[in-house]
C-alpha cells in the first residue's frame, strides 16, 4: 500500500514561513511528477507547484516567488518552501506523486495515482 505522508502545517502570522514536507513509501525518484495542492472549504483542490522527474519546476501565478517546490530522492520526500505567506494561503495541502500528461498547474489531484491525506496551513 503506498502512502504519502504530509506534515509540517500549523499556524502562522501573514508574512511568516512554513515548510512542508510529504514522505513517499516508494521512491521518489520513480515518480513522473510530484506536486503540491491546496484545497479550500467548499473549493476544489488546486495544484500550486509541480516537479517533474528532470527537475522541471512549475507553479502556479499565485505563489510564484514565494512557494518553492523541491524533492531529497535519498529521503523520498517532497517539499513546499513556503515564504511570505498571506491569508488567502491558508487551506488544506496535500501532495500528489504520479505519472501525468502535464506536469504544471491545471493538472487535477485526481490525476495522480498517489495522493496524501493533508495538512493544515493557517494564517493570520
Known amino acids: 500500500h503506498v502512502q504519502l505522508v504530509e506534515s509540517g502545517g500549523g499556524s502562522v502570522q501573514a508574512g511568516g514561513s512554513l515548510r512542508l514536507s510529504c514522505v513517499a513509501s516508494l521512491r521518489t525518484a520513480s515518480y513522473d511528477c510530484m506536486a503540491w495542492f491546496r484545497q479550500d472549504p467548499g473549493k476544489e483542490r488546486e495544484g500550486l507547484a509541480f516537479i517533474g522527474s528532470g527537475g522541471a519546476l512549475s507553479y502556479t501565478d499565485s505563489v510564484k516567488g514565494r512557494f518553492t517546490i523541491s524533492k531529497d530522492n535519498d529521503k523520498n520526500t517532497l517539499y513546499l518552501e513556503m515564504n511570505s505567506l498571506k491569508p488567502e494561503d491558508a487551506g488544506t495541502y496535500y501532495c500528489?506523486?504520479?505519472?501525468?500528461?502535464?506536469?504544471?498547474?491545471?493538472?487535477?489531484?485526481?490525476?495522480?495515482?498517489?495522493r496524501g491525506q493533508g495538512t493544515q496551513v493557517t494564517v493570520s
Open positions: 500528489a506523486a504520479g505519472y501525468v500528461y502535464n506536469c504544471r498547474p491545471g493538472t487535477r489531484f485526481a490525476a495522480f495515482g498517489h
